[in-house]
């Protein structure tokens, strides 16, 4: 079993992600989208609501799971989970020279590898934060988001209060 994982926020999930995240699931067994905390963070969605869109959006793919990854090192979580590579999408120069760093560092800290999925060029502009300020100011991104958060952005859903347990950094 070759499990992969995609790591992020998900501050929403964006179709940016998903293009990615789909194309990983074809060259591995599983892939798991793994919903970081980052208690330093200002989230514009909780843990909860981020985890419910991203779970509604791949609950028809087999071979997708939705989880959170808890607020540890991702290292810790690939050698815990089994997961043999982290799979990241790059829209640019300036994505890759920041997450080289972090694949190097995740290596030596577990031996995990880290895979590099160029992003599809319809999506190249995306980014959540863009998503978030276009929408906040009254523009339409029905196109750049899958429908669970397009449906959380209009806000026709109540607040998702569902209790998430957050999987402790491993000592
Ligand atoms: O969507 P984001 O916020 O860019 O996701 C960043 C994420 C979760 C991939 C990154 O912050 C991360 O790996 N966090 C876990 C903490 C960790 O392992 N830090 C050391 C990285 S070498």
Do not use: W
């Not at 990615?20 to 793994?34: N, S, T, Y």
């Not at 997708?64 to 808890?70: F, T």
């Not at 300020?133 to 026709?156: I, K, N, S, T, Y």
């Not at 209060?161 to 999987?167: K, S, Y």
Request: aromatic content about 8%; overall charge neutral.
């Amino acid at each position: 079993m070759r499990r992969a994982v995609c790591p992020g926020s998900f501050d929403p999930i964006h179709k940016g992600h998903i293009e990615v995240i789909a194309r990983a699931a074809g060259l591995f067994d599983e892939v798991i989208v793994a919903v970081s905390t980052n208690y330093a963070k200002q989230y514009r969605f909780t843990l909860s609501e981020r985890l419910h869109m991203a779970t509604a959006t791949f609950s028809a793919i087999s071979g997708i799971l939705v989880e959170p990854m808890g607020e540890g090192l991702l290292s810790d979580y690939c050698h815990d989970r089994g997961v043999s590579a982290i799979v990241k999408g790059l829209r640019s120069s300036s994505d890759f020279d920041y997450e080289l760093p972090m694949a190097t560092m995740n290596r030596q800290l577990s031996g995990v590898e880290t895979v590099f999925l160029p992003g599809d060029s319809r999506y190249l502009h995306l980014s959540s934060t863009l998503i978030k300020e276009v929408h906040a100011l009254g523009g339409d991104v029905a196109d750049f988001v899958p429908r669970a958060v397009m449906r959380r952005l209009q806000g026709d859903i109540g607040p998702d209060t569902t209790p998430v347990t957050v999987v402790p950094p491993r000592r």
